[in-house]
């Protein structure tokens, strides 16, 4: 059974960075094209990331040229990288295979205070 631990997130002011991180367990992680989700308050869970087996990387408008999406396949881990933060990307952050075929991880906080 495929587990997701998401961990890096908190309180950041508005322009800060942070840098995520998704260990994944139990499950041939390589051959998956991994994303990162993100649900905001009050929102739905939004997909805004995803990296496919071969490295392609693809992002929605709001996080392109900010937000950068790696994987380490040596290490079951996909990455984050998340720079100029701002209030709207407060949310809490998961990963999961596109499409989101494995239970959902507890996500990980991140706050961007203006």
């Known amino acids: 059974q495929v587990q997701l631990v998401e961990s890096g997130g908190g309180l950041v002011r508005t322009g800060g960075s942070l840098r995520l991180s998704c260990a994944v367990s139990g499950g041939n992680f390589g051959v998956f094209t991994w994303s990162w989700y993100r649900q905001a308050p009050g929102k739905e869970r939004e997909l805004i990331a995803t990296?496919?087996?071969?490295?392609?990387?693809n992002y929605i408008d709001s996080v392109e040229g900010r937000f950068t999406i790696s994987r380490d396949n040596a290490l079951n881990t996909v990455f984050l990288q998340m720079n100029s933060l701002n209030p709207e990307d407060t949310a809490v952050y998961y990963c999961?295979?596109?499409?989101?075929?494995?239970?959902w991880g507890q996500g990980t906080l991140v706050t961007v205070s203006s």
């Open positions: 999961n295979a596109r499409p989101p075929i494995f239970s």
């Open positions: 990296i496919a087996g071969g490295g392609g990387t």
